[in-house]
């Protein structure tokens, strides 16, 4: 079945201690999208790739950066996470972009946890 | 700004219905979608609506859509233990990104 994959599902690093989390997508969407989640909270986004392009959210904070290097692969770096850091990451991708109204389609997420 | 809002919780006995509302800011949107959450994953997509439809059935789901009123609901017939979960309402204002409600925790009582 064609799906979102992220990988790992649970990630603990240390306080400062850089961590990448990778997304995978095997529905050959052209955008794709990172969100934080915080318990009990909506997902909130942080930037999305509509094809090779990058779109930041104006309060995304510095510490957090992406890659893309192929349409399947997406990659969250967090450079210096601090506690506040501490959520749920997920993954999503659509066909098309802005003002396309076709659905997003999750990964299961990756749970990060900071000592 | 667009705004999206649900009640936070609902709890109904197994085997009723279930109703889940949203309410909605932007009349734009021209789908609007209904997300469920199970613990420790990731979004599912449930079903959507086109916002120039009144209602969409889909097996025990109904999507109920006033325009006019910019609310949506999403109904479960005959809810089971596995639909405890949470339900996010999710418009897409053109030209902008996906905006989440808060999302419904829904608790099925035995």
């Known amino acids: 079945d064609a799906m979102v994959i992220q990988n790992p599902r649970y990630q603990v690093t240390q306080f400062g201690k850089p961590v990448t989390l990778s997304c995978s997508q095997t529905?050959?969407?052209?955008?794709m999208y990172w969100y934080q989640q915080k318990s009990s909270q909506a997902p909130k986004l942080l930037f999305h790739y509509y094809d090779k392009d990058f779109n930041n959210e104006a309060d995304t904070p510095d510490n957090f950066q992406s890659r893309r290097p192929n349409t399947s692969f997406c990659f969250l770096d967090i450079r210096s996470p601090g506690l506040g850091d501490a959520a749920m990451y997920l993954c999503?991708?659509?066909?098309?972009?802005?003002?396309?109204?076709?659905?997003?389609?999750f990964g299961d997420g990756t749970r990060l946890s900071i000592l | 700004g667009e705004d999206v809002e649900q009640s936070l919780f609902l709890s109904v006995r197994e085997g009723d219905s279930s109703v889940i509302n949203c309410t909605y800011t932007d009349s734009s949107s021209t789908y609007l979608y209904w997300y469920k959450q199970e613990p420790g994953a990731g979004l599912q997509l449930l079903t959507y609506?086109?916002?120039?439809?009144d209602m969409k059935q889909d097996q025990r789901l109904t999507v109920l859509l006033n325009k006019k009123d910019k609310h949506l609901s999403l109904r479960i017939a005959d809810t089971q233990t596995g639909d405890s979960a949470i339900y996010f309402c999710?418009?897409?204002?053109?030209?902008?990104?996906?905006?989440f409600g808060p999302g419904t925790r829904l608790s099925v009582l035995p």
């Open positions: 529905l050959n969407h052209n955008v």
């Open positions: 609506i086109f916002s120039n439809m």
């Open positions: 999503a991708t659509s066909r098309g972009g802005q003002g396309v109204s076709q659905p997003q389609h």
């Open positions: 999710a418009e897409l204002p053109y030209g902008q990104n996906f905006v």
